[in-house]
């Protein structure tokens, strides 16, 4: 139970600093007229939401072993 409540707070964690990250990078970027640079921006972002998206699927199989 202490493991899987270990792995939440990791969880919620990555996705706060995730968020603050894109909140950021768009207040960085609010005038940007650049099409390269929002392009690069956008991939950059999928790239972050993937690699959340593959740690949560690990996550979720550790909380389904230990249960």
Do not use: P, V, W, Y
């Not at 990791?10 to 007229?33: G, K, P, V």
């Not at 993937?50 to 072993?65: A, C, I, R, S």
């Amino acid at each position: 139970m202490a493991a899987s409540l270990m792995q939440f707070a990791l969880i919620a964690t990555e996705t706060a600093e995730l968020t603050q990250t894109i909140r950021q990078e768009m207040e960085i970027n609010r005038n940007c007229s650049d099409r390269q640079r929002i392009r690069f921006l956008i991939s950059e972002g999928r790239e972050k939401l993937k690699g959340l998206d593959e740690m949560l699927d690990m996550q979720g199989m550790l909380l389904q072993q230990c249960l």
